[in-house]
């Protein structure tokens, strides 16, 4: 009796344990592929009873006001660092561009050209007071120009062509931005530079040129331009790097010598008369600040998708996440 008993307790669970077996996906079978994400406007969900036309108007509306993202790299999931939009980063270019050029607008000398009384000057300021050197002004210029072209070389090792060209918009925006404020600021502001700034009663006490003394840009000392552009590109590419490599020291090593040039083209304006140390101390701060902003705004052109992988020998498995954010 009891081998009846077995016998039918066997048969009756030998069907139950096959439909298991043949819905339940062993573990060496391939995975399955990736659920695709519907390429569906951004729409609250409709009312159970809402007309379907209603509901086709609504997605219409939502896909003529949806932004056109630029893409470089479709098939990569994770780069590039920035998502761009046409609609966005173009016109934010272009008013930097105008922005920066702007100050060159400027062509009355300042109040007090070509000589000014250091008298209301700060004690930090008077330090530097009639300080001039167009060695040092040249040196200013080829390190921030050295340091755009380090961040493009970063970029472009770390990224090819279309990513670097994608991620180099946002850190061109950081700078633009910039260079915006700190025009608004010297236009606003008209201080002096500080090679206006000599003694009047030394023949020799003025080491800038007349010419120089007269001009329109002399009168653009507050912020420096140059300190706000050098600390928006460390900052920005930092940002940048460390969307890339985020458990990497690479990003840390690259801030560190983006700073490091920054602060070398701080002194270089100090020394050559260009600016005072409270105008590189204003650009610095609000170059960092921009540089973090801006490229903190712009997303990441990644969006999370589950992924699960079964091991091919059947005795492993894992999970991982690829996708857009």
């Not at 999931?77 to 561009?97: C, H, M, N, Q, S």
């Not at 920005?236 to 690479?250: G, I, N």
């Not at 700073?259 to 650009?283: E, N, Q």
Request: contains cysteine.
């Amino acid at each position: 009796m009891s081998r009846v008993l077995q016998i039918a307790l066997a048969l009756a669970v030998l069907p139950r344990a096959a439909a298991a077996q043949a819905t339940s996906p062993s573990l060496s079978d391939p995975a399955p592929a990736p659920p695709t994400v519907p390429d569906e406007p951004g729409i609250a969900s409709p009312a159970p009873d809402a007309p379907p036309t209603k509901v086709e108007d609504a997605k219409d509306i939502a896909r003529t006001a949806a932004l056109t993202p630029i893409i470089p790299h479709p098939d990569e999931p994770t780069r590039p660092a920035f998502l761009l939009y046409a609609e966005i980063d173009p016109p934010i270019l272009a008013v930097g561009v105008v922005f920066a050029l702007g100050r060159r607008a400027k062509t009355e000398p300042a109040f007090c050209a070509p000589a000014c009384d250091r008298v209301k000057l700060n004690a930090v300021d008077k330090l530097t007071a009639g300080y001039y050197s167009a060695a040092w002004s040249r040196a200013s210029d080829y390190l921030l120009a050295g340091l755009g072209a380090g961040a493009a070389a970063v970029l472009l090792a770390d990224d090819g062509v279309l990513g670097a060209l994608n991620d180099s918009v946002v850190i061109g925006e950081a700078t633009l931005s910039a260079t915006a404020i700190a025009s608004i600021m010297t236009l606003a502001a008209g201080r002096p530079r500080p090679f206006l700034y000599g003694d009047p009663g030394d023949p020799d006490g003025y080491k800038a040129p007349l010419r120089v003394r007269n001009s329109g840009d002399a009168g653009l000392s507050f912020l420096s331009s140059h300190t706000a552009e050098a600390f928006a590109i460390a900052t920005s590419l930092y940002v940048a790097e460390h969307r890339l490599h985020p458990r990497s020291a690479r990003p840390k090593i690259i801030l560190g010598a983006g700073l490091a040039i920054a602060s070398a083209t701080a002194v270089g304006r100090v020394m050559s008369g260009y600016h005072f140390i409270t105008d590189v101390i204003g650009g610095a701060v609000v170059g960092s600040s921009l540089g973090v902003l801006v490229a903190s705004v712009h997303g990441s052109p990644v969006r999370v998708v589950p992924v699960v992988d079964h091991g091919a020998s059947g005795g492993q498995a894992g999970a991982a996440i690829q996708g857009r954010f």
